[in-house]
Antibody, heavy 121, light 107 residues
Framework: QVQLQQSGPGVVKPSQTLSLTCGISGDSVSSGTVAWHWIRQSPSRGLEWLGRTYFRSKWFAEYAESVESRITINADTAKNQFSLQLSSVTPDDTAVYFC???????????WGQGSPVTVSP | DIQMTQSPSSLSASIGDRVTITCQAS??????LDWFQQKPGKAPKLLIY???HLERGVPLRFSGSGSGTDFTLTISSLQPEDIATYYCQQYRRFPYTFGQGTKLDLK
């Protein structure tokens, strides 16, 4: 059974960088068949897909246009985890952030527990 | 981006009722649609994938149908543990997009 365990600070100051980590058990971050995603949820935006990373002989990342200039998703194979960095945050980035997995061509089948993040001075 | 529109946005029903939620995509997404159930403070839980396939462990009272642009989630006999918010989501094209949710409560 795949399990995703999220960690990271719950409060970030405006203009700083939000950083979250998603630890994986029951699968490998460098699996050549799955992809690893970040999604956020807020009352104003609903559920919003942010981006994904995956390994297919080399690492790829794809991002939503709404955050493309500020987001980085990286994998750490040694720790079997992947991370989200969102720079220059504003209060509009306040949300619950989720990590998730997709199998090949499939749905978001396993999710992390969610990380509430507030952007506040 | 593909827009996903759910209806209704909220729904009150009684235990044992048949409940139907619809989802419409702004473009043809074939059957690349799933349905999630979300309870307060929890992550969304996958119920249905590929429009009509029941995820392992999900009760048989849940079913999904549709293809192209119009989809339906049906609960055949509502149970107390089904009280939650339901979301559809397309994975035909990036960015993945979600419906706005249908909040289901007890009448």
């Amino acid at each position: 059974q795949v399990q995703l365990q999220q960690s990271g600070p719950g409060v970030v100051k405006p203009s700083q960088t939000l950083s979250l980590t998603c630890g994986i058990s029951g699968d490998s971050v460098s699996s050549g068949t799955v992809a690893w995603h970040w999604i956020r949820q807020s009352p104003s935006r609903g559920l919003e897909w942010l981006g994904r990373t995956y390994f297919r002989s080399k690492w790829f990342a794809e991002y939503a246009e709404s955050v493309e200039s500020r987001i980085t998703i990286n994998a750490d194979t040694a720790k079997n985890q992947f991370s989200l960095q969102l720079s220059s945050v504003t209060p509009d980035d306040t949300a619950v952030y989720f990590c998730a997995r997709t199998p090949p061509g499939g749905p978001l089948d396993f999710w992390g527990q969610g990380s509430p993040v507030t952007v506040s001075p | 981006d593909i827009q996903m529109t759910q209806s209704p946005s909220s729904l009150s029903a009684s235990i044992g009722d048949r409940v139907t939620i619809t989802c419409q995509a702004s473009h043809d997404i074939s059957n690349y649609l799933d349905w999630f159930q979300q309870k307060p403070g929890k992550a969304p839980k996958l119920l249905i994938y590929d429009a009509s396939h029941l995820e392992r462990g999900v009760p048989l009272r849940f079913s999904g149908s549709g293809s192209g642009t119009d989809f339906t989630l049906t609960i055949s006999s509502l149970q107390p543990e089904d009280i939650a918010t339901y979301y559809c989501q397309q994975y035909r094209r990036f960015p993945y997009t979600f419906g706005q949710g249908t909040k289901l409560d007890l009448k």
